[in-house]
């Protein structure tokens, strides 16, 4: 639940990426991160392997100015992808108040995408959370490789296996070259301020 | 949500009970990451916001950790350096208070505020 400080006149919301390990959850940090490093006071965060896999989580706080006189904090998370990890996974999303489901569109990893959302709903109710009300958006990565002759999941196969049901919006993105990575973030920090304006007003 | 008048009043115990008696950084956070109030002797730069998503994730894994050797939790947890240690001390069910201290100070002393802090603060979340 996002922290509202009354004294100081400012609102910490929790944005957490997730999703199936090597899908490009920590890229999208690294990109924003590199992009607007101008911009963000605060250094980047990340906690992972010597071969450079997430161990517990990135962290980039930013600022993005101020509502209704509340200097509104989003900080963003990812959750380490490997199946070993699920417990820090589950640590990790404590307090969330949106999520980027970034999946992998290599045909290889259809059924890792869906077992990871999957997942992410069992996690969520460890936290008395639903994943149908939580303010959420699915990115489908590495939309690139299409390019390079990769087999990939086509767009529509994906909408059918993950978000049929769920219904919320999506991009296909190339997190490594920043495709459509600003548009997916603006979009979840949008959905996510409609949805906490109830404990801020 | 913590009031305006708590949040004073959270700060006021930080400030007479920890700062005043020479610990040099106090961050009062959430379990979710999040610092709820910072108070400092005024010769500090840390990132405070960086250190309070790695401290309440280190806290969650110790937590986790006790759980899996059948320990309800470990309320409290210590890290010593040459220069600077770190104390954590568990307050609500949902927050953490963590002093930072130099050599100048004893952990004893420490540890005797901190829980003297964390009644003051506990009375002031339960109000």
């Known amino acids: ?201 | 949500m913590f009031s305006h008048e708590q949040l004073n009043a959270i700060d006021k115990v930080i400030k007479t009970h920890l700062i005043d008696s020479g610990v040099e950084n106090v961050i009062y956070i959430d379990l979710a990451g999040n610092a709820i109030t910072q108070q400092d002797n005024g010769n500090q730069t840390l990132d405070y916001m960086a250190f309070a998503a790695l401290a309440a994730g280190n806290f969650a894994a110790v937590d986790a950790m006790a759980k899996l050797i059948g320990e309800s939790e470990f309320s409290l947890l210590f890290h010593k350096g040459t220069k600077s240690s770190i104390h954590f001390s568990k307050v609500t069910e949902d927050t953490i208070l963590i002093s930072m201290f130099s050599k100048t100070i004893s952990l004893g002393l420490v540890r005797l505020k901190v829980s003297e802090a964390v009644a003051k603060i506990n009375a002031i979340c339960g109000a």
């Open chain 1, 1 to 201: 639940m996002a922290l509202v400080n009354v004294k100081k006149k400012e609102v910490q919301i929790k944005i957490v990426y997730y999703g199936p390990g090597r899908g490009g959850k920590t890229t999208n940090l690294e990109y924003i991160n590199h992009t607007y490093r101008d911009q963000i006071k605060s250094e980047m965060v990340s906690l992972k392997t010597q071969d450079d896999r997430t161990l517990f989580f990135d962290f980039l706080p930013f600022d993005v100015g101020r509502i209704k006189g509340f200097k509104v904090i989003i900080q963003l998370y990812t959750v380490p992808g490997q199946v070993k990890y699920n417990a820090t996974r589950r640590l990790v999303l404590k307090g969330v108040d949106g999520i980027v489901f970034v999946a992998d569109i290599q045909r290889f990893q259809r059924k890792k995408n869906i077992e990871s959302l999957n997942q992410l709903y069992e996690n969520l109710k460890t936290h008395n959370l639903d994943l149908f009300s939580m303010p959420l958006v699915m990115q489908y990565n590495k939309i690139d490789l299409l390019k390079q002759g990769v087999e990939v999941i086509p767009t529509k196969t994906l909408q059918q296996d993950l978000n049929s049901v769920l219904r919320v919006p999506a991009f296909e993105a190339s997190a490594l070259g920043g495709g459509n990575v600003m548009k997916t973030l603006k979009k979840i920090i949008s959905m996510t301020l409609a949805s906490i304006q109830d404990q801020l007003f």
